[in-house]
């Protein structure tokens, strides 16, 4: 099974360039794409029906144009559900549960703390919570597979210019102490798991020629609990940057079921 997430920044924007061409090159069975930016009146319906997949979707309700997750799924899960039974979180549309039994897969895009410090702590906030309901899940007995854009580049290997960047959110030592803490409660960056040493990055800036660059940040992850990589579930992870349509580029992993 392959999986691959991306940061689509806009999904209108993205049907105009070829999405469907584009998703069969990349040959996913599931694909969690994050900031859609619409809501349920504005998709068409060669978004919800892109041909051989489900599609799932979870809304803002704050704002139009704004956030927005979606899932599309060969296989059918067992079930699904929209957010993780937080309001403030759940309003914003960021999470999608997609339970397959054998592991429960989660979009996710994780919320920006440039702002202001207001909207930073909102970030924090977020991943508290959000892990506090998966490691429930855990406790449970579940495998998780956790994907998406987390807006937090973990390690100074992750982004072109660590020292100019280590006061600027998305590289902030208490954001990059949440990665740090999430590790060491069980679950594993897959990419860096199998390519420890490798630079490769799955987000530019539209500014300064950034992607010709190569100035990037990799933000764009799928963390699993540790049993799928024990148990050899888990086979490989990718970065797909000659991939283009938006400002980020698809991640994936390959599962052996």
Same mark, same amino acid.
């Given at each position: 099974?392959?999986?691959?997430?991306?940061?689509?920044?806009?999904?209108?924007?993205?049907?105009?360039?070829?999405?469907?061409?584009?998703?069969?090159?990349?040959?996913?069975?599931?694909?969690?794409?994050?900031?859609?930016?619409? %809501?349920?009146?504005?998709?068409?319906?060669?978004?919800?029906?892109?041909?051989?997949? %489900?599609?799932?979707?979870?809304?803002?309700? @704050?704002?139009?144009?704004?956030?927005?997750?979606?899932?599309?799924?060969?296989?059918?899960?067992?079930?699904?559900?929209?957010?993780?039974?937080?309001?403030?979180?759940?309003?914003?549309?960021?999470?999608?549960?997609?339970?397959?039994?054998?592991?429960?897969?989660?979009?996710?895009?994780?919320?920006?703390?440039?702002?202001?410090?207001?909207?930073?702590?909102?970030?924090?906030?977020?991943?508290?919570?959000?892990?506090?309901?998966?490691?429930?899940?855990?406790?449970?007995?579940?495998?998780?597979?956790?994907?998406?854009?987390?807006?937090?580049?973990?390690?100074?290997?992750?982004?072109?210019?660590?020292?100019?960047?280590?006061?600027?959110?998305?590289?902030?030592?208490?954001?990059?102490?949440?990665?740090?803490?999430?590790?060491?409660?069980?679950?594993?960056?897959?990419?860096?798991?199998?390519?420890?040493?490798?630079?490769?990055?799955?987000?530019?800036?539209?500014?300064?020629?950034?992607?010709?660059?190569?100035?990037?940040?990799?933000?764009?992850?799928?963390?699993? @609990?540790?049993?799928?990589?024990?148990?050899?579930?888990?086979?490989?992870?990718?970065?797909?940057?000659?991939?283009?349509?938006?400002?980020?580029?698809?991640?994936?992993?390959?599962?052996?079921?």
């Amino acid at each position: 099974m392959r999986l691959v997430s991306w940061n689509v920044n806009g999904l209108r924007a993205l049907f105009k360039k070829d999405f469907a061409g584009i998703v069969a090159s990349m040959r996913p069975d599931i694909l969690a794409l994050q900031e859609t930016k619409l %809501q349920d009146d504005q998709r068409t319906a060669e978004m919800i029906d892109l041909e051989g997949f %489900q599609s799932f979707w979870h809304y803002a309700l @704050t704002k139009k144009g704004y956030s927005g997750v979606a899932t599309y799924a060969r296989p059918s899960p067992q079930s699904s559900r929209c957010g993780f039974g937080v309001e403030r979180f759940d309003a914003e549309g960021r999470v999608i549960e997609l339970d397959y039994g054998r592991f429960v897969l989660f979009n996710v895009y994780f919320p920006n703390g440039q702002r202001d410090q207001e909207r930073l702590q909102y970030k924090l906030d977020f991943y508290r919570d959000f892990f506090n309901y998966a490691d429930q899940l855990r406790a449970a007995g579940r495998s998780l597979v956790i994907t998406g854009d987390f807006n937090t580049a973990h390690n100074e290997i992750d982004l072109k210019n660590p020292q100019s960047n280590k006061d600027r959110s998305g590289f902030l030592r208490i954001e990059r102490d949440v990665l740090d803490d999430i590790v060491s409660r069980g679950y594993v960056d897959t990419f860096r798991y199998f390519y420890p040493d490798t630079v490769k990055y799955s987000w530019w800036s539209y500014r300064f020629n950034a992607r010709k660059n190569n100035a990037g940040w990799r933000i764009d992850y799928f963390f699993v @609990t540790r049993d799928l990589l024990e148990k050899e579930i888990v086979r490989d992870a990718f970065i797909l940057d000659d991939v283009h349509g938006s400002d980020h580029c698809p991640v994936g992993i390959e599962l052996a079921l």
